[in-house]
């Protein structure tokens, strides 16, 4: 699985968008960008996943560069229970297949300040 | 909720014991994976089954073994347990859907080894 970079902490304003970056330089033409969220010692949460074209759900947005290099995703109006620690992952969505499972880095931890 | 069950949500035994964890997938679910966080280590990958067959294993001591049922459900024996054993077990099941394989958490079993 190609490596992501995230940086280690971000703060954002209650209210405000929620804009975490990650870069994943390295990644290949078949290769998903995932992101996860863990909530202080929850299980990790499914937040959005996509290849190359912007994606968008309830939770989040996705921007997913040109490229491919680099993605953001964005909460729009965070809010206190957004606080969380945010994985970028990049894996190959073959299901059943080895290569499925996720690696999780570190990740962003978000605080979201009243 | 995810739909991912683990039992037992807390564990608490000695050093030389062996426990099981067990963890019962989304209905459907084929995949099971299990994490291992601690807190110097992050979410580390374990191993990876599909429909009863091993598929990918990560940092899996020699210890640790799992297997998957029948009906799916998993479980993850640990053997012989060390005090650096102590940490969040988590198990996450995924399936084929119509946008992909995202992988669901459960809310994990916390092992203390005393």
């Known amino acids: 699985d190609a490596k992501t970079t995230q940086p280690p902490s971000m703060d954002c304003a209650e209210g405000r968008a929620a804009n975490l970056p990650c870069n994943h330089s390295?990644?290949?033409?078949?290769?998903?960008v995932y992101w996860y969220r863990q909530i202080h010692s929850q299980g990790p949460q499914y937040i959005i996943h996509?290849?190359?074209n912007n994606e968008t759900n309830e939770m989040a947005s996705l921007i997913i560069t040109e490229d491919r290099k680099s993605s953001t995703l964005i909460l729009p109006h965070a809010t206190l229970r957004d606080t969380a620690v945010y994985y970028c992952?990049?894996?190959?969505?073959?299901?059943?297949?080895?290569?499925?499972?996720?690696?999780f880095g570190k990740g962003t931890k978000l605080s979201v300040k009243p | 909720d995810s739909g991912v069950t683990q039992t037992p949500k807390h564990l608490i035994t000695a050093t030389g014991q062996r426990v099981t964890l067990r963890c019962s997938p989304r209905?459907?679910?084929?995949?099971v994976y299990w994490y291992q966080q601690s807190l110097d280590q992050g979410l580390q990958f374990l191993i990876q089954?599909?429909?009863?067959?091993?598929?990918a294993k990560g940092n899996i001591l020699e210890r640790f073994s799992a297997q998957q049922f029948p009906d799916l459900h998993s479980e993850l024996n640990l053997s012989s347990l060390e005090l650096g054993d102590s940490a969040l077990y988590f198990c996450?099941?995924?399936?084929?859907?119509?946008?992909?394989?995202?992988?669901?958490f459960g809310q994990g079993t916390r092992l203390t080894v005393v």
């Open positions: 996450a099941s995924s399936g084929r859907g119509v946008s992909g394989t995202e992988a669901f």
């Open positions: 390295t990644i290949s033409g078949n290769e998903y």
């Open positions: 996509g290849l190359k």
């Open positions: 992952i990049v894996r190959i969505d073959n299901y059943g297949g080895s290569q499925g499972n996720l690696i």
């Open positions: 209905s459907g679910d084929l995949s």
């Open positions: 089954y599909y429909n009863g067959e091993e598929r």
